[in-house]
């Protein structure tokens, strides 16, 4: 079965500081994983994934194939970055289908 | 270029009723599929249609169908509603399968009463 766990509902970091959001996945085979975010009143938008393997916004996430994990880091967090934040997994080859996790919202304090 | 468009944006319907959202994808775009987000499930996926097939099914009744047209804009049905079927409706297009990013549109908000 295909499941992505987002431990955290919510998260709480000042302006300046290194933020994580963490992601785990379940998957048998190699999936493709995704993180995407949905800013206040616009539409949910990727962010990064895994297999471009490059920096949007200063966040980055590596997969952990040893640890199913796909946390997303960025090491001085802004304002702008208050959002929510989806982990997400393809694991069909040539499908669309995503499977998401339950989303961390994250709050930048001034 | 439009990004991806659905109508209506909101809706209200009784149960027992049957509902049709459409969803117009990025020009050019071949792929559109559809999920249900809801407080309680998060954000699942309904279909996926490629050329007017379906590729994809997530795991609901029978009462949630979809289609997709020659000009890949595609259509959710669903029959007989349900109170637990209030949900935003969000409609994704890509430009084929695989590999390419599926851009979101803005979602239906349907409620059921």
Known sequence: ?110 | KAGVTQTPRYLIKTRGQQVTLSCSPISGHRSVSWYQQTPGQGLQFLFEYFSETQRNKGNFPGRFSGRQFSNSRSEMNVSTLELGDSALYLCASSFGTDIYEQYFGPGTRLTVT
């Not at chain 1, 040893?66 to 967090?77: D, M, N, Q």
């Open chain 1, 1 to 110: 079965a295909q499941r992505v766990t987002q431990p955290e509902k919510l998260l709480s970091v000042f302006k300046g500081a290194p933020v994580e959001l963490k992601c785990n996945y379940s998957y048998s085979g190699s999936p493709e994983l995704f993180w995407y975010v949905q800013y206040s009143r616009q539409r949910l938008q990727l962010l990064l994934r895994h297999i471009s393997r490059e920096s949007i916004k200063g966040f980055t996430a590596d997969l952990n194939k040893g640890e199913t994990s796909f946390h997303l880091k960025k090491p001085f967090a802004q304002e702008e970055d208050s959002a929510m934040y989806y982990c997400a997994l393809r694991g069909i080859q040539g499908a669309q289908k995503l499977v998401f996790g339950q989303g961390t919202r994250l709050t930048i304090n001034p």
